[in-house]
DNA sequence: TCTTATTTGTTCGTATGTATT
DNA sequence: GAATACATACGAACAAATAAG
């Protein structure tokens, strides 16, 4: 009898208790001997089992004593759409003086956004350069969460011609971000492309997101074009691939 | 200094020679003894290697005796690309006399295109009887392949108020497929959204496209709506969420 | 600062089960 | 039935991380 075995069955328990609030988010799951006593099998087959669920961005297991640091603990995994096409049209960008596309996004979903960014002039990498024509780019790197939990990792390429020396190479770029600035400096985009994949976590992503090793991201390849179709931006944004939704809306011809 | 453990090293490694082409897709690699004896390690570690290659879709082991059947294979994954945009135009459905959307898609990408049809009319489920505002559907299920390696699931449900009778309770809807129908049957497409998200495989999926069972999935929810806004037509495509790439692009306002 | 307790991480050896030819 | 190779499981050991004392 094939049925299931051991540490599936464990894998389907653990986490139909989880969803179900057992475990709420931020808790502590049972140590692995105990949880293998109550479900009397042995540590290595619970351990199969918290594998998958840490695959799966379930749980997130820490080293150490228990009663602080150590223990598996379970997940808060904030579920964030992202609406494509409405979250770079100008009004949505600057609602209430939001930082932009992202700031917006998140709050309409009752998180409250934070974010970090890095700018630095650099080598654009190899596809980054392709598509903008360049290879002396401004990247601002940036670093993004919802409600304090890390939710995305996302570097921006913009062409040095264009940002070198102005706002775009400052922290906070303003109401309606990025995008309002470029506008303002005579690079209003107007058209998008967006290419998504999914792929395995680098070990950049796995540390900032908090994700196995082996966990899947999304990465979206967001270009933004001018009416004259010249490429102004790119950015990569990458997010754990079972934390979001992607939403794309158009009209055919 | 972590210094990778045991097992993540020979994941890397077989992940290296499978991508240089050591191993070429198709061709079985060493058995799993024999790997642990090249690598100085025991077979349970070997396995852990490859069950991580394994929730990549890039082996796929099979039980049996060597020579025919048994070991695990390198996997063909076709890397296909789906340009969301274009795919539905009227005009590229239509190329060729071929059948539709992916016949298309598959055939510029130079693969062969196949497909099975399973059409019944049934109870729709919840969330697409939502956004059809019937529970009558007829369903179309859609078993997907590129050079003959299955690559999507994709069930189709159209209210059965409109397709029950006509052409599209037929296997083969003819040149165009199914939207050229739709829009002779007086439903015309003329607006599209699409929801993207990656969840783990159902049953049918891991035996359909021949995935381990925590391998991640990319589940694009697509809707149809004619110009007056009413939905004829919603299409849940299930892909391997490794083998794909989505392409979106649209204009501001 | 050092030690210690606890918990997860990795590995091994071994045994048994299952699918396939 | 026999042979092969993957699938799962157990028990044991030690490593690494973490925090408390």
Known sequence: ??????????TDELRDAIERGVYPPGSLLPGEHEIGA????????????????????LVHPRRGRAGAGGGTYVRAIPQIRRRAVTRYRQGAREANAARGAFD????SQGMVPRSDVLVAV???????????????????????????IPVQLAPSYIPASIAEGTVLEQ???GPGGM???????????????????????TRDEQEFLDLADDAPVMEIWHTGWTAAGLPVEV???????????????????
């Not at 995008?179 to 976590?201: H, I, K």
């Open 1 to 10: 009898m094939p049925a299931r075995s051991h540490y599936r069955r464990v």
């Open 38 to 57: 109550a479900h009397g099998v042995s540590r290595a087959t619970v351990q199969n089992a918290i594998k998958v669920l840490r695959g799966e961005g």
């Open 104 to 107: 917006t996004e998140i709050r």
């Open 122 to 148: 650099v080598d654009a990498p190899e596809r980054v350069a392709e598509l903008l024509g360049t290879r002396q780019v401004v990247r601002r790197e940036r670093r993004m969460y919802a409600d304090d």
């Open 171 to 173: 922290a906070d770029t």
């Open 179 to 201: 995008l309002s600035r470029l506008a303002e400096l005579g690079y209003p985009q107007s058209r998008f492309t967006e290419s998504v994949r999914v792929r395995r976590a």
């Open 235 to 253: 950015t990569v944004h990458a997010v754990p691939a079972y934390g979001w939704v992607l939403d794309y809306e158009w009209d055919d011809e």
